[in-house]
């Protein structure tokens, strides 16, 4: 991150609550996936699966779509265009891209330099999401896609994100629950019969070692307890948890113990920050 880019991140006086959209907003915010399909709706969920689906052939087509996606379902709660937006772990950059493209002065905090890469964008840094490199209170929104799952101590990794967020802003936090069929990631769906056991079926299948490994950079991460720990905390609202890509029912499936650990699939929750 340039020193520029530092400046404009822990300087910067904030502006107004992101609240919903009363009709007006940017041009190349609202050019987005949700003009093509509604979010929830069958041919979304389908858009989206067939691109995950070849995420390894194509990962440019497949995080460009779920980025655009994203983005939608943040300016769902007001235009970015303008905003200071952190991005805890989005590895590549596909959504701080994506932010930025909106109008957002978007920042990348990822602590992997493999998935930095070797020329990383503008607005990245090197940074660890438990101890991220910014003052209290410099963001509008704070975002986490798909990273929840990766880090040992979730409740220390939320509150981070809580505290560089404003007063008034927006925490958006996705992550794949454990017992959802992709919980086991490259390995899933055989994670049900045992992480040691689906890890060595990868190697048998695929002659090359899995990328994750459980209790080192997977961890087991569950709908239910994470849904109470937010709920418990003093200084955020709960706006939505939902499921982030069922079709249907996408609010109502995590309401119902049991059924929510395996059928959310993926876990969405849009927190603001209080006063």
Not at 98 to 113: H, I, K, M, S, V
Not at 119 to 140: E, N
């Amino acid at each position: 991150m340039s020193s520029a880019d530092q400046r404009a991140v822990t300087g910067a006086a904030p502006p107004g609550p992101l609240d919903r959209p009363s009709g007006s907003s940017s041009s190349a915010g609202r050019a987005g996936f949700k003009d093509r399909f509604k979010d929830p709706s069958f041919r979304r969920s389908l858009s989206l699966f067939r691109a995950f689906m070849q995420e390894q052939q194509d990962p440019e087509h497949c995080y460009t779509l779920l980025a655009r996606d994203a983005a939608d379902q943040v300016e769902a709660y007001g235009p970015v265009d303008g905003r200071t937006v952190v991005d805890v772990g989005g590895g590549a950059g596909y959504f701080t891209a994506e932010f930025r493209r909106r109008g957002a002065q978007a920042y990348l905090f990822e602590p992997d330099a493999a998935e930095l890469g070797a020329a990383p964008g503008p607005g990245a840094v090197r940074a660890d999401g438990y101890l991220l490199p910014l003052a209290d209170g410099v963001a509008d929104v704070a975002f986490s896609s798909n990273v929840l799952e990766h880090v040992d101590d979730p409740v220390t990794f939320i509150s981070e994100m809580v505290r560089v967020t404003r007063p008034g802003g927006l925490i958006y936090l996705s992550f794949t629950n454990w017992y959802s069929p992709w919980g086991g990631h490259e390995w899933a769906p055989w994670h049900y019969l045992g992480a040691d056991r689906a890890v060595a079926r990868y190697r048998r299948r695929t002659g090359k070692a899995a990328k994750h490994t459980l209790g080192e950079n997977l961890f087991a991460v569950h709908v239910g307890p994470t849904l109470r720990q937010v709920r418990a905390r003093d200084d955020v609202n709960v706006l939505s948890a939902r499921s982030r890509y069922w079709p249907f029912l996408a609010e109502a499936v995590p309401k119902v113990p049991v059924l929510r650990e395996v059928a959310t699939w993926n876990l969405l929750l849009i927190l603001r920050r209080c006063a």
